[in-house]
């Protein structure tokens, strides 16, 4: 059976593995906010009203203030230090730019007053923020204040920050980016140390990060933090609202978000995070925090120079490959670089080509992007990578030219794509030679749908062939591989084995999973409870189902059994008639009595009939007579009616009976009311001929071994000894009894007597009552010996 | 490798350049990357690819998300296969172009179609192609 795994549970609500929970450091890190050190004792209210207050006032100042700290790149777009911040490089001049930046922080102060681009620079800001993820998450504590002063003191705090860190960063050119930025993180918080001074950059600060960056935030844990400053910790309490709603650099802002924002809408302190994860979902990607969260919440004033991404050595998984060409393309080959830079541009030249493209700013220059090197990143179809360090330089130009301005009425293309589009038509004749395998090893695209999500596909399809009974749900299809399979097996030689896989389709036996309500045993009526598993019903009926054979036989029990007590009953009741008779014979007036007397008659008949075989035959119908006896109402209504039938009759019942006695023995263990007849019996015996009564005793005997059950049984004991008394008293006291006519009656007593000798004293039943007269009907048979023992044993 | 051999899984096709067909009569052309139950597919650096007559043109849409009710037929495209030796790309406007002048044509010869069907009291009511109701 082939099954991924058990397949047979539709809520998987306990399943901890696959819920939000990603790790326990976060499971901890709500804890320990809530309830360990990281929980303070503030009023969270008050502090979350001043924290929103100031967030509104001065929002739009701390952006800019913050996009001023941040690069220098405000200055970018008056064109007038262009020289200042283009001599910023990548990590490879790394100590070189962290000097240019401190010069260009410098001449922050008049940057921050010049507040004509205000909004230009607010988008620039963003953008290069959320294009870098050098940037992401470090300098989330670092927003500098409203005022100047403020940023003044911020940009001291930066650059003091930044001077620690440029002669790291030769070193560490190859390294990932995260083990720059933790050691930078500590720093970050120590310099609003006082709490005074950490407080005002807190509003700001709590309107530019995002959600994202509050978790990353807090997923970094309190142990880089050196300290437990109070900015951190009213953050992580307070929880921060949500980024100002972005409007027209969402186009350019290329946040490809492979990884779903968790998804808690609630701030930290509010509703627990939803567990249940309902089998339609996808699998829950693992993220690796620091790279993800580098990646995805570029937020910081960072004042170091990138350092990363030109050649990311092995292709991390996860990293969304949006991300990593962003940061290394370089929209702006016309840049004033020596051939033999990389083709990576800083953030600046990325800023600045994306905001042209915002503000729609008329460049000669901007052609197609250069394209990374490190991947065979095919942006559109027929488009090749270009070799490495080639600039298209003159071929945009002369295309520049010819390049139709695109129509209106085509869609809004996204800037890359008309870049792309260009750039494209371009190199039309490019490298095509490229074999698809080497496309995919180099295509930073692929295996955007892991192996797990595959496996979770594939088991939804594996869950959709299941089947209980699958020659009724895929009747074609089994035929089919059936018929495919000898074919195989005919005409491919016996020598070769290769068997090609097959597909073996799980099954599963056929599990009931009726969900049933709560009900209590010996109730009337059920409970009321409807829910999703278990609606109302409208009819609740209950249906018990069973085979045909067995219905059709317990039907036949059944229907007999009530056959056999119908008839009963209403024997019972004419007899109940013929019985009341008499009494109402003699109440009933005058001219009553003769129709009375009729009814009676019929009534009399009638009962005679019903037990008779055929109208006119005396013989009883055995049968029914058993069947009448076999209940015990039936034994009951035999016992009242003996009296009342005509003596042949009740002497035919009798030998019916007699005749019968090991089966009614039989079913008579139950309810053991034979002796009921015991009374009517005997008299009919009484009104016996000799005749009928060896006849009687005959049919006692009956067949081998019947004498024993009989003996066996009380009432066959008292039936025997009735009958045997019977006999002696027509012997003793006629003389001229025909019972010793033939030798039948003393035949019959003589076996009786050997078996009464034979039969163990254990298993001879005692009688309902002993005839005083058996002796000497003994004595008149055996010998003395055996009288004796005889004797004993009737004792 | 196939995870369900004997059947046909679109997991195989991942990462591979394929054509798609939608209900709608667009043609697209692009990665898949990524699949669902419902073969929703995920194209990646897609392009709608219109042809009127010899013509051709691309127009490049991003990513896609299609749903999977939508798609008439898809196929993988041979990578090392020449491709349009018979069709002519031109630039998007030119093929937008053409097939405005297409729809128009084609309009021009329903409205005479119905006007000639109308004047002989017939008429043909129209497909309706939607599922809405």
Known sequence: MFRFQSLDEDCTLEEEDEGLVEDEDEIDQFNDDTFGAGAIDDDWQEEHKRLAGLEDKDGLGAELAL?????????????????????????????????????????????VDDRGGGDLAESLARLILEADPAIAGVGAAERPGPSPSSSRSSLSALQGLNRPGVPAQPSSIPHPIQPHQHPQHPQHELPPGPSASGLPPGPPLSSMLSYQQQQHLLRRGTAPMAQDSPLMSIIKEVGLPKRPPQSRNDEVRDLSERVPPPRSSSPV????????????????????????????????????????????????????????????????????????????????????????????????????????????????????????????????????????????????LHPQHRRMLTQRMQSRGGDRGRTGGDRRSRDPYS????????????????????STDPYLDDYYYQNYYEKMEKRQDR?????????????????????????????????????????????????????????????????QVWNKRRQILYTVEKMYSMLLEVQDFEKRFVQAPEEDREALLERHKTNTTQLCNSLREKEWDNRVNDEQCVMIMSVRKGKRLISRLLPFLPSPQAAAVVMAISRNLPALAKKDKQDQVLCWLVEPVSAVIQSLSSSTLTDLLQELQGSEGQLATVLHNKFGVTLLYLILSEGERMQSTDPNCQLMDDNRWTELVFSVTRELLSVPSSSLSPPLFMPPNLLSLFSRYVDRQRLDLLQDKLQ | ????????????????????????????????????????????QTVERIHVGKKFGDIPRGIFIV?????????????????????????????????????????ETDKVKMQALKDRGLSIPKADNLDEY
């Open chain 2, 67 to 107: 749903r999977g009710e939508n798609v008439v037929l898809l196929g993988e495209i041979d990578m090392d296969k020449p491709c349009d030796t018979v069709l002519q790309q031109v630039s998007i406007e030119e093929i937008l172009e053409e097939q405005r002048l297409q729809q128009q044509a084609k309009q």
């Open chain 1, 269 to 412: 302190i509010g509703s627990p995070p939803v567990r249940a994860v309902p089998i339609g979902t996808p699998p829950k990607q693992p993220m690796s925090h620091a790279l993800n969260h580098q990646i995805h919440h570029p937020t910081a004033v960072h004042v170091r120079a990138p350092v990363q991404h030109r050649y990311p050595p092995p292709f991390p998984e996860r990293v969304s490959p949006n991300t990593l060409l962003n940061i290394a393309n370089s929209p702006l080959c016309r840049g004033p670089f020596p051939p033999g830079v990389g083709t990576v541009l800083s953030q600046i030249q990325h800023a600045q080509l994306l905001n042209s493209q915002v503000a729609g700013f008329p460049r000669g220059g901007p052609g197609p992007p250069l394209l990374p090197v490190g991947s065979g990143f095919r942006p559109f179809f027929g488009g090749p990578p270009p070799p490495l360090g080639h600039r298209m330089g003159p071929p945009p130009h002369g295309h520049l030219n010819h390049t139709p301005p695109i129509r209106h009425n085509t869609t809004h």
């Open chain 1, 447 to 466: 295996n955007l749908m892991t192996q797990k999500e595959k496996e979770w596909v594939t088991k939804i399809q594996m869950m959709q062939l299941q």
């Open chain 1, 491 to 555: 005409e491919s030689d016996s020598s070769k084995k290769e068997y090609t896989t097959k597909l073996i389709t799980p099954q599963v036996a056929k599990v009931e999973h009726t969900y049933r309500p709560v009900q209590f045993a010996g109730s009337l009526g059920k409970l009321t409870v409807s829910s999703v598993n278990n609606p109302r019903k409208m009819i609740d009926a209950v249906v018990t189902t069973r085979t045909d054979d067995e219905e059709k036989r317990e039907k």
């Open chain 1, 67 to 111: 996009g001023g700290g941040g690069m220098g790149g405000e200055s970018d777009l008056g064109a007038a230090q262009t020289s200042t911040s283009t001599h910023l490089h990548s990590a490879g001049h790394a100590p070189l730019s962290s000097l240019k930046f401190s010069l260009s922080s410098s001449e922050l102060p008049s940057d």
């Open chain 2, 1 to 44: 490798m196939n995870y369900v051999p004997g059947t046909a899984s679109l997991i195989d096709d991942i990462d591979k350049k394929h054509l798609v067909l939608l209900r709608d009569g667009r043609t697209l052309i692009g990665y898949l990357r990524s699949i669902d139950q419902f073969a929703n597919l995920v194209f990646h």
